[in-house]
Structures are given as C-alpha cells and as structure tokens.
C-alpha cells in the first residue's frame, strides 16, 4: 500500500497542552516537515520562549532551549555563534516577542544574525489569560482592555514584520496564515525559505504566523477563524515584506 501521509520524525509523538482550536499544532507541524524535508533535524536547535508555546522542547524531536522571558533571540544568537555548523531557531508569541522581547528581536535581526524566528500572532497574551498584547487590534476587547483597545490612551498595534523589514540586517520577512488550506501550503513554503536561507548562511529571517485563541477570543474555533480573515488579515495584510536572498520562493 502506497503511504501518503505519515506523521513527521521532527514532532514526538506525545499529546500537547494546547487549548482546542488552537493552531500551534498547525504551525510545529509545518516546522517539523520542514526540517524533515531538508535534511536538518540532527543539525538543528531550537529556542522555546515563555508563553502559550513554553513547553515546545517536549514536541520537537531536535536539541531545544528554554529562554526567559522575551530572551530566546538573544539565546538562540549565544547558540549559533558557539556552533556555527548548526541550524538555529527561535519559536516565539507575540506576548513574547513583541512585548518583553522587543529590543532581543530588533538587534537580532540588525546585526543580522543567522537565525530563524517563527513568530506566533494571535493579537492576545495567550498562557497569562487574555491581556491585552502589542499586536492587540485597536477596539479588541481583552482581559485588560475590557472596552476595547482604545488607541488614544493604550497606543497602536505594532506591525512587527514591517518594522523588522526595515532592519539592514533583516535579509527575508514574510507574513503568513493557518486559516485555510491555501494558506498553510503558503505558509509551509515561508517557513521551509527561512530555514534554505540559515542553511546557506543568508542572514536573519522572520516567518510571522497569524493565529487564533479560540479560548482567550471567547469564540469558537470556526468564529475565530473568520475573526482572524475579517479584521486581522487587513490590518496586518498577507504576503513578503522583504527579501534580499535574489531567489524567487
């Protein structure tokens, strides 16, 4: 019988801790085929932040790290300048990330560090109980925005794949989504760019992932998808927002 599916030796076969709908299992799978697929699973190491993805060292069948807080960036940069022959990414939320880890992520990507960062977008602080994030849309209710984000006095979302474009050190960022299978397919070719670019030594590059928190939202999972084509899709729109690398994805 001829196989057309079969789970990926990059995940372990261990049930995870997310909440039901949640679309990390969408996203670890796509890195874990990724690495399967090209070759460099033994080769690779991983930084898991604090957050909704914390225990990720338990799913990748690669070497991991637990960073602090927002600090994975600044790991994963000791990690591969110690063992430059390795392939080395972070996996981070937005809570994380764009919130306690601003300056790790900007100077990471400055000084061009050749790194992968997977960055989660699920516009919530998802682990800690709904509080409001960075990426927070404006008008979104929250745990701490409970009348919606109110810009006037809670300021902007940041739009962390435009602002890392800007970065001379930043060599390829791009924006994807889970929420339909077009998507993923798109998303899985993102992610497998980012990880051909370390290989080849390129430079810093970023994959954001928008994502739903079905639990935190309040909505079913369903709703939260059509939530996330409704109003996160256009205030943080799909596509490449930079890319030196001269190839064509």
Not at 84 to 107: C, M, N, R, S, W
Not at 170 to 193: F, Q
Request: contains cysteine; glycine residues 10%; charged residues 20%.
């Amino acid at each position: 019988m001829t196989v057309v599916f079969e789970p990926t030796k990059a995940l372990r076969d261990v049930p995870t801790h997310y909440c039901p709908g949640c679309t990390h299992g969408i996203i670890h799978r796509l890195v874990g085929e990724c690495l399967e697929e090209l070759g460099i699973l033994d080769k690779t190491i991983g930084v898991a932040p604090v957050g909704c993805s914390v225990l990720a060292y338990n799913y990748f069948a690669c070497d991991m790290f637990e960073a602090a807080h927002g600090r994975a960036p600044a790991v994963a940069t000791g990690i591969k300048r110690a063992n430059p022959d390795k392939v080395v990414f972070t996996y981070q939320g937005d809570g994380d990330l764009a919130a306690i880890g601003t300056a790790e992520i900007v100077h990471a990507a400055a000084r061009g560090e050749n790194i992968v960062t997977i960055f989660v977008n699920n516009c919530i602080y998802g682990m800690t109980g709904g509080q409001m994030a960075p990426t927070t849309l404006p008008g979104q209710v929250t745990e701490t925005s409970p009348y919606g984000r109110d810009v006037a006095t809670q300021g902007h979302p940041i739009r962390v794949s435009e602002m890392i474009s800007t970065l001379d050190g930043a060599v390829y960022v791009e924006r994807v989504s889970v929420d339909k299978v077009p998507n993923v397919m798109k998303a899985k070719k993102a992610i497998k760019k980012a990880f051909q670019n370390a290989i080849e030594g390129k430079g810093f590059s970023m994959v954001e992932v928008l994502s739903i928190c079905p639990t935190n939202w309040g909505l079913s999972t369903s709703e939260s998808l059509d939530w996330l084509r409704d109003n996160m899709i256009p205030h943080y729109p799909l596509g490449v927002k930079k890319d030196i690398t001269g190839e064509v994805k």
